[in-house]
């Protein structure tokens, strides 16, 4: 299965096929990658190219929030199943381009950093959400306009919860 995963605004492809055995070969853009996972708790504690990474994910496909050695990260991840879909969905009169900014896990709204109307480009922060004492910046994943904002400071949100559409 083919991945596409987009980090920091670089996407990167990653190919999974199944091994003979208990572990899956995997490629990151082309080049084969050793790779190990063990679930631990509500982690992962994985080996990758012999450099042991402990990971906790949060959210659901396609956004996630990564914490891997104390820093937190957001990325998309991307099935092909997911990309056909999409790209379906679109050519069949879809909404448009219209997103909505979830919050990928529960916590408690500091601050909206955006209002209805602003223009906002890819990597511009739009909600602080505190979560396990930590302040996570969401941004934009591309260029859009603030339809409306659905949160307010002070709120508390649910994993999932629609904080702010764009357009």
């Known amino acids: 299965m083919r991945y596409y995963v987009t980090l920091e605004g670089s996407e990167y492809v990653v190919d999974v096929t199944p091994g003979a055995g208990a572990a899956p070969k ?19 504690l994985m ?6 990474v402990d990971l906790t994910v949060e959210g659901a496909p396609p956004e996630l929030g990564l914490v891997a050695g104390g820093t937190r990260l957001y990325v998309r991840v991307e099935s092909e199943r997911m990309r056909a879909a999409q790209a379906a969905k679109r050519k069949g009169g879809g909404a448009g381009g219209e997103q909505v900014l979830k919050s990928p896990m529960p916590g ?20 602080v959400v505190e979560a396990m004492k930590m302040e996570n910046e969401l941004r934009a994943a591309g260029p859009a306009k603030v339809v409306k904002v659905l949160v307010k400071p002070g709120q508390t949100v649910e994993g999932g919860a629609k904080l702010v559409q764009l357009g």
Do not use: M, N, Y
């Open 47 to 52: 080996r990758i190219d012999g450099k042991v």
């Open 26 to 44: 995997v490629t990151l853009g082309g080049k084969p990658v050793d790779l190990d996972v063990l679930p631990l708790g509500d982690s992962l």
């Open 108 to 127: 408690r709204v500091l601050k909206v950093l955006v209002s209805e109307g602003d223009e906002v480009d890819r990597g511009t922060p739009l909600v």
